[in-house]
């Protein structure tokens, strides 16, 4: 049995199929998409219509190479959505987290409700890429789209919709908007109504698994086949959670990619002061385990340095420059954010090293080392602040996703935070996609077994 895997991220989107040969799973790439934020009316957008275009390349895909899923599931990024109108066509822009639009917001929503009793309700780090805080910017730039909407969708959810006409609320990403209860894993009417947000855009939240419908008869036509479309876990990190290789009980993980999402899972939120100000928040996860993570960064960084360098150089080659320039000195704070979405990565980096004091990098290998060390810097910090508030000793970092395969990141964090780094599996958010429709259709009985399978079928590297 086939199961499709729809994976966007940021800048690209994949298919992988996936499937079970004698208890091991096997996938592979069909397709794959270019994605980007555009600039559109002053704000930067997402292109939803030709993203759900590529998605139907996609499944056109699977027939002409003749394997046919019975399956599929989307995932995305978070905290981003669309609003619907009564005739189900989309209201206005599909603004993207890092506009600007939301600057000062915050502040703003803290006026309405302090920051300790919205972590209380929602568990969430507050900050201005949030659903939040978009909602309350468009309460004011575009008031008439939220009158005019009838229902809110968070992008993949947007999708579930226009491939099978169904609409629902999937919990991973709804709980990346910072509007849902952390204890009841359902919205917060209480915190929509004291932030004026009307209550009848959102729908119950629905749990990954669940069963969507199968595809509309123009869709089935222009695919050319029908299918099953599972839900979620439709938030990116959620999926790569699914599929850390390990059934241990406490267990430290670093999803690495555009983000890096750092921490671990727990059956309780973690809404203690030290939680809150050392800026960790409570994302849903698969079967309401909570992630209770630290989001970091990450590669966004050196993504923006190679295309400030012309792309002159593969993420390898400033690797291997990065090495050579590894005893220069300086550090960034990669949780700030003046490295959200700066006009050039690069000067912001000479600009933060020059007011701290710190010899400013001038070389492809000095700030490749600067992007790297800071990276690992703050994994360490983080697996300490971890330690202190779980109680918990965690000797492995296992860091999934795409930047598993950075090593000489790797080594460093290694070295760095003084404990063993195991890297893999590489296609991570796939695999968690593709894990979550097998638990829905039987193929594993449970998430441990589902894992158990996931440390039989894919190789893991070890960084003492």
């Not at 000095?366 to 690992?376: C, D, G, K, M, T």
Request: aromatic residues 10%; charged residues 25%.
């Amino acid at each position: 049995m086939y199961h499709l895997a729809i994976d966007i991220g940021a800048s690209s989107g994949r298919h992988i199929l996936g499937w079970l040969e004698d208890g091991v799973i096997k996938d592979m790439e069909i397709y794959r998409f270019d994605n980007g934020l555009t600039p559109k009316n002053g704000h930067l957008c997402w292109d939803t219509d030709l993203l759900f275009k590529e998605i139907l390349n996609g499944i056109k895909r699977a027939k002409e190479i003749g394997k046919i899923p019975q399956t599929m599931s989307i995932d995305t990024w978070g905290v981003d959505f669309v609003l619907i109108d009564k005739d189900g066509n989309k209201v206005g822009d599909s603004v993207g987290y890092r506009d600007s639009r939301t600057e000062g917001y915050v502040e703003k929503v803290f006026e309405t409700i302090s920051k300790r009793e919205l972590y209380d309700i929602t568990g969430i780090k507050s900050g201005m890429i949030n659903t939040l805080f978009q909602l309350a910017a468009l309460k004011d730039y575009a008031p008439e789209q939220l009158e005019q909407a009838c229902e809110f969708l968070m992008i993949p959810d947007y999708f579930v919709y226009r491939l099978t006409g169904n609409k629902f609320n999937e919990y991973t990403n709804a709980s990346t908007t910072e509007l849902v209860d952390v204890k009841s894993n359902n919205w917060s009417y209480e915190l929509l109504d004291k932030l004026g947000i009307k209550k009848s855009l959102f729908r119950d939240v629905s749990m990954p698994g669940t069963m969507c419908g199968r595809l509309l008869p123009e869709i089935e036509a222009e695919v050319g086949f029908n299918l099953d479309v599972i839900l979620g876990p439709s938030h990116d990190t959620a999926a790569a959670v699914m599929a850390v290789p390990s059934n241990e009980e406490n267990v430290m993980y670093i999803s690495s990619g555009t983000w890096s999402l750092m921490g671990i899972e727990s059956g309780v939120p973690q809404l203690s002061d030290a939680c809150m100000d050392q800026l960790f928040t409570n994302e849903g996860g698969y079967d309401h385990r909570y992630r209770v993570l630290k989001n970091i960064m990450g590669l966004w960084m050196i993504q923006n340095v190679r295309h400030e360098l012309g792309d002159k150089y593969s993420f390898a080659e400033l690797a291997e420059l990065a090495e050579l320039s590894k005893d220069f000195p300086s550090t960034v704070d990669a949780l700030d954010d003046r490295f959200l979405a700066p006009e050039n990565m690069t000067d912001e980096i000479k600009a933060y090293c020059a007011e701290t004091n710190q010899p400013i990098p001038e070389t492809p290998g000095e700030i490749a080392v600067v992007v790297y060390n800071s990276l690992a810097k703050c994994y360490a910090e983080c697996a300490d602040e971890i330690e202190a508030f779980t109680g918990n000793k965690y000797t492995a970092i296992n860091i999934i996703g795409g930047g598993s395969k950075n090593e000489y990141l790797n080594r460093v964090t290694a070295k760095v935070s003084g404990r063993t780094v195991l890297a893999g599996p590489g296609e991570a958010t796939a695999i968690g996609n593709i894990l979550n429709q097998m638990l829905a259709v039987g193929e594993f009985g449970s998430l441990s077994e589902a894992r158990s399978a996931v440390m039989k079928s894919y190789a893991v590297k070890e960084y003492k």
